[in-house]
């Protein structure tokens, strides 16, 4: 598709149908390109909690619209009309269109309009990475810049990894200050860094980038996050069964699990050791409780949910256990982005999650199997690129089912 639309592009241009020439576009895509890495820069790490001018410059917000606006009116990159046309445009646009039914009917409209806001703020950014991300080269930026931001908040936090006894927070961040949700943050990007080594040329550059890999699951393993583990193990499983050779990727897997065993401290094995017992365990029950309650939300509301934002406050007040009052239990959050989507959002909500979700799966394996059999042969990299994304939607999807991370930007 790529190729395809940027041979239309190339034509158009030559026709003259209002492009400018190539060598005039080149600075400006640059430009708009290295915005679109800063953007992920100040949106993961934060840079204004370490250098407050940076804050009082609310770069963390001029930065994507400033992207965004010169983008839309740039004639630079994918063709706008391939953006619409976009099967994840058109659930994006499923789900936006629910923000205004709700309004109508919820009990506090502020909390809908901040959440709206985020999202829209997250679609400009989606609308900048369809528009400019056209080639392998620019992915492969897009996922070092993602790989080292992780790093980097490591390096930031070394405590996460140097003291995996404890569990450590992430410092100066919004998103991903708990532990829970860095892990699940570092699944995504795994498969990423895993590609990069793979991809690269020269050595040097190979084993830079499987160094972070091996960084970034160690702190998976040092957040002690049983969700993101689960994510990491699905992760793996995948990029094994999918590599071109089984048997090494099985020699991997288990130096891998060597190298757990060793790092990994107790509490590490004995929180694993909870999924058993989640029956007794009291984590595992608040979710579950809350998981319930999102099931009656949506029995309730079932075209547009309790409204976005909305989950922790019904639950409280309307949706707790029957047999539960209200000062003898915290107001829970639904921990899973599919029940609190099914909450705030009814079952058209859960349509859009899942649909997304498994389109985008489904594409995926249909290339990589629709390539295999036909006898046209596709380029090596390509096909690692494919895999590499798969697997991290895979730790996205499965991870997700236990944390509350529907407003955060990697879906978008």
């Excluded at 071109?244 to 050791?273: D, H």
């Excluded at 409204?307 to 309307?318: D, W, Y």
């Excluded at 921990?335 to 799966?361: A, D, Q, R, V, W």
Aim: hydrophobic share 55%.
């Amino acid at each position: 598709e790529m190729h395809a639309e940027q041979a239309s592009l190339s034509s158009k241009r030559k026709a003259g149908m209002g492009y400018s020439s190539a060598a005039h576009l080149k600075p400006i895509s640059t430009l708009l390109f290295t915005g679109l890495l800063l953007f992920f820069l100040f949106e993961y790490v934060r840079p204004g909690s370490y250098f407050p001018v940076l804050e009082a410059l609310k770069l963390n917000t001029v930065i994507p619209v400033a992207v965004f606006i010169l983008t839309l009116i740039s004639s630079n990159g994918r063709l706008r009309v391939h953006v619409l046309q976009a099967l994840n445009t058109k659930w994006f646009l499923l789900f936006i269109a629910l923000f205004p039914i709700q309004v109508l009917f919820v009990d506090v409209k502020l909390y809908v309009f901040e959440v709206f806001k985020a999202i829209v703020g997250y679609l400009l950014i989606y609308y900048v990475i369809l528009r400019q991300v056209t080639d392998i080269k620019r992915m492969k930026a897009v996922f070092a810049v993602l790989v080292f931001i992780h790093v980097l908040l490591i390096l930031l936090n070394p405590d996460v990894v140097l003291h995996p006894e404890v569990r450590n927070y992430i410092m100066g961040v919004t998103f991903l200050g708990d532990g829970n949700d860095f892990a699940w943050s570092t699944c995504i990007v795994i498969p990423f860094a895993l590609f990069l080594a793979q991809s690269s040329a020269g050595k040097f550059n190979k084993l830079l980038f499987l160094s972070m890999c091996a960084v970034l699951i160690l702190a998976v393993i040092a957040t002690q996050s049983r969700g993101a583990s689960i994510a990491l193990g699905a992760s793996i499983i995948y990029l094994v069964m999918r590599g071109n050779s089984k048997a090494l990727g099985m020699i991997w897997l288990g130096v891998l699990i060597g190298a757990v065993l060793m790092f990994a401290p107790q509490a590490y094995f004995e929180r694993m050791g909870t999924i058993k017992y989640y029956e007794t365990e009291g984590s595992a029950q608040g979710r579950i409780l809350a998981w319930k309650s999102a099931v009656r939300m949506a029995e309730d509301h079932p075209i547009i949910g309790v409204g976005a934002g909305h989950f922790a406050v019904k639950f409280g007040v309307e949706y707790r256990p029957p047999d539960v009052g209200r000062t003898e239990m915290p107001w829970l959050n639904a921990h899973s982005i599919y029940f609190l989507t099914l909450g705030e959002f009814g079952f058209t909500g859960i349509l859009f999650l899942l649909g997304l979700i498994i389109s985008n799966m489904l594409r995926n394996e249909r290339m990589l199997v629709g390539v295999s059999k036909s006898k046209v042969a596709m380029p090596e990299n390509m096909r690692k690129l494919i895999v590499a994304t798969q697997a991290s939607l895979i730790g996205f999807a499965v991870g997700g089912a236990f944390l509350s991370g529907l407003y955060y930007p990697h879906l978008y």
